[in-house]
């Protein structure tokens, strides 16, 4: 049995793919995990296309098929390009998919994904402008307009985590090359490491945030924190003037954080109000794989920009 309107979503992450099949209204019909062969880049196009061909089974049907992954194909060499797998580095991801799926892909960015998720169905669902910001192991974001991701002519519209963070001039040295990122003061690893500095004791970044408000320790951690997130996005804010900030990633359930940093981005950010709201994401870890299925447009809509296939 065949079904129309399917649509087929794929994060491609560094030890996992998960799959998915979206029924017309974006409800999640069949979702499916298998791991990432690492270091195995014939591999891991073999895995997504059997992982694919197993969904649309499950689903009755094919759909189109929407591909997040991190890194972005390269507008001048049409290669992929900063993936933390370093295996799909340099190869034509999009093309080698389409040829052994025999069908069209659309490929963007996961953070990008996210930001369409939750611009689609979640937290950013009837916003005209959604960041979305991954607060994880790295950090990133995704700027969507009118439900439809910006890509950029150099293929990295929102990535802020690389921008220098405001306000700091510690030299911390980035693996992309540069000093100070806002990625070395805003991920959980650097929440780890700055409470391990200052206490002597490993602990992770939810362990961290756990010890707020009963010890200095992390209470101090927390406040620095917050401060930066709030210069970062009052950056963001400055230029893009987004209806709704988003967070994912591990920090993004700090409860916290949605209280402080509003009451703190103002003193950056050029009004007298901020209209714009900082929201809790709705898809949780699932919105790599949604957002991948959103990449294809509604049936006789726009077009979405920066994908390919």
């Not at 998960?18 to 029924?23: F, I, K, N, P, S």
């Not at 019909?29 to 690492?38: C, F, G, I």
């Not at 900063?82 to 025999?102: C, F, K, M």
């Not at 611009?119 to 950013?124: D, I, K, N």
Request: with cysteine; charged share 20%.
């Amino acid at each position: 049995m065949s079904r129309s309107g399917l649509r087929v979503g794929i994060d491609l992450g560094g030890t996992k793919i998960e799959g998915a099949v979206l029924d017309p209204s974006g409800q999640v019909l069949v979702r499916k995990r298998v791991p990432t062969p690492a270091g195995d880049y014939g591999g891991t196009v073999r895995a997504v296309v059997g992982l694919i061909r197993e969904v649309e089974a499950c689903a009755g049907g094919q759909g189109t098929v929407g591909i997040g992954t991190p890194g972005a194909i390269s507008p001048f060499s049409g290669l992929l390009r900063n993936s933390n797998s370093v295996a799909l580095n340099g190869r034509p991801l999009d093309r080698d998919l389409e040829t052994a799926l025999g069908r069209p892909v659309r490929l963007a960015n996961d953070a990008d994904c996210f930001a369409l998720a939750e611009a689609a169905t979640g937290a950013g669902a009837g916003a005209g402008t959604v960041f979305g910001v991954i607060l994880g192991t790295g950090v990133g974001g995704g700027l969507v307009i009118n439900g439809t991701p910006q890509a950029g002519p150099n293929r990295i519209a929102g990535e802020w985590g690389h921008n220098p963070q405001p306000g700091e001039n510690g030299g911390r040295t980035c693996y992309c090359g540069r000093t100070d990122c806002v990625e070395l003061y805003l991920s959980g690893p650097a929440v780890a490491r700055e409470y391990q500095q200052a206490g002597g004791i490993e602990l992770t970044a939810a362990e961290v945030m756990d010890r707020v408000g009963g010890n200095a320790i992390a209470g101090a951690v927390f406040d620095r924190y917050a401060t930066r997130l709030a210069r970062a996005l009052a950056v963001v804010i400055n230029i893009v003037d987004p209806d709704v900030v988003i967070l994912g990633g591990g920090m993004s359930n700090v409860d916290r954080l949605y209280v402080e940093v509003p009451e703190r981005w103002g003193q950056w950010i050029f009004s007298e109000r901020v209209a714009t709201r900082l929201a809790r994401n709705r898809h949780g870890d699932s919105g790599g794989v949604v957002g991948a299925a959103w990449l294809w447009p509604v049936p006789g809509g726009p077009a979405r920009a920066g994908s390919s296939g």
